[in-house]
T-cell receptor, first 114, second 115 residues
């Protein structure tokens, strides 16, 4: 079945450092891919998405490119801030017609130090 | 626009009591999901509704758990009787039905503690 694998955290970085959080997926069809962010005490919020191969999703300085050849959707940001400290979830859905389930990774905790 | 609204935000109750969690999805969204999040298991899908009809409840852990969606703007998740191992954060999420092509929108969750 479909699955998502994220790098384990926690990831600890200094402010202004470059961020990469790896995400790879397994899917039988052509899923949509998402990154969600969860701040303490809150629900998951959509950060960015990509719906087809080579699409690049971007938001708030974060980017991720849908790479079909490597089945990856790595999250990157050039310069992190303390306010980016949160848990990040990679997810996929809709890989085959009629598939409603969203498959979430286990989450990667990011801690940014001032 | 109002997002997904969950209530209560926090619930503390004693083992054996009935617990009812409530969710109001975003207007116009016809898919609704209930999740449970714990440190040990991460995010687990409990049940999925489409157009108010339960489609998949295979994630509901036991018969003590039940969920309803009487109309397009309201859903409940009930635990009766509650047990300490039910302690978790419960999230409701909604999305437009699009076979998963659109993102889900999450509420802020209900933090449930069973003593």
């Amino acid at each position: 079945g479909d699955s998502v694998t994220q790098m384990e955290g926690p990831v600890t970085l200094s402010e202004e450092a470059f961020l990469t959080i790896n995400c790879t997926y397994t899917a039988t069809g052509y899923p949509s891919l998402f990154w969600y962010v969860q701040y303490p005490g809150e629900g998951l919020q959509l950060l960015l998405k990509a719906t087809k191969a080579d699409d690049k999703g971007s938001n708030k300085g974060f980017e991720a490119t849908y790479r079909k050849e490597t089945t990856s959707f790595h999250l990157e940001k050039g310069s992190v801030q303390v306010s980016d400290s949160a848990v990040y979830f990679c997810a996929l859905s809709g890989s085959t017609s009629g598939t409603y389930k969203y498959i979430f990774g286990t989450g990667t905790r990011l801690k940014v130090l001032a | 626009d109002a997002g997904v609204i969950q209530s209560p935000r926090h619930e503390v109750t004693e083992m054996g009591q009935e617990v009812t969690l409530r969710c109001k999805p975003i207007s116009g969204h016809n898919s609704l999901f209930w999740y449970r999040q714990t440190m040990m298991r991460g995010l687990e899908l409990l049940i999925y509704f489409n157009n108010n009809v339960p489609i998949d409840d295979s994630g509901m852990p036991e018969d003590r758990f039940s969920a309803k969606m009487p109309n397009a703007s309201f859903s409940t998740l009930k635990i009766q009787p509650s047990e300490p191992r039910d302690s978790a954060v419960y999230f409701c999420a909604s999305s437009p039905y699009s076979e998963g092509r659109q993102p889900q929108h999450f509420g802020d969750g209900t933090r449930l503690s069973i003593l």
